[in-house]
Structures are given as C-alpha cells and as structure tokens.
C-alpha cells in the first residue's frame, strides 16, 4: 500500500488526472485545452502527457507574470472615425 505522501507526488511528467488535479480543472476540460493545443502537453501513445515545467511556464505566461524581457509591447488599437448622423 502506498503512503499518502506517495500518492500526492507531484510528477514531472502527469497524465490527465493528474494534471488537471494541479490545475485545479476538470479532466474533461484539460483534454479538450490539449486537444484544440492550448494547453502544452504531448501524446506519448493515445495518452495525453503533460511537463511539470511546461504548465508551469504556461501558467506563468497565462497570468502576466513572464518577465518582463519576455513581454511584448502592445501597441493600442486605433480607433476608425465615428460618423455623425445627419
């Protein structure tokens, strides 16, 4: 029998349940971000793998805390005329 230390390992490599257990997601949900890729993750087999460092990074990016030599400028959208009704 495993220990509950064991059990909540978090591995380098994760298959679907337990990658989106780290995401805090569905298991539903994660296959569907990997399979429309937008999601880092990989097949090995049939079977959707996820890194560790790969969700990490993307997480990172996904919420604005890249550094800042990783961040592209933005530039503003510019704004078409607005005709004025007559």
Same mark, same amino acid.
């Given at each position: 029998?495993?220990?509950?230390?064991?059990?909540?390992?978090?591995?380098?490599?994760?298959?679907? %349940?337990?990658?989106?257990?780290? *995401?805090?997601?569905?298991? @539903?949900?994660?296959?569907?971000? =990997? &399979?429309?890729?937008?999601?880092?993750?990989?097949?090995?087999?049939?079977?959707? %793998?996820?890194?560790?460092?790969? *969700?990490?990074?993307?997480? @990172?990016?996904?919420?604005?805390? =890249? &550094?800042?030599?990783?961040?592209?400028?933005?530039?503003?959208?510019?704004?078409?005329?607005?005709?004025?009704?007559?």
């Amino acid at each position: 029998m495993k220990s509950a230390v064991a059990r909540n390992e978090i591995r380098e490599v994760m298959d679907i %349940r337990q990658a989106a257990g780290y *995401l805090g997601i569905s298991p @539903d949900t994660l296959y569907k971000y =990997a &399979s429309e890729s937008f999601i880092p993750a990989f097949k090995l087999g049939n079977r959707w %793998r996820f890194k560790k460092s790969r *969700l990490d990074d993307w997480m @990172d990016q996904q919420s604005g805390t =890249a &550094s800042q030599a990783e961040v592209k400028e933005i530039k503003p959208r510019q704004r078409k005329p607005v005709r004025v009704a007559r």
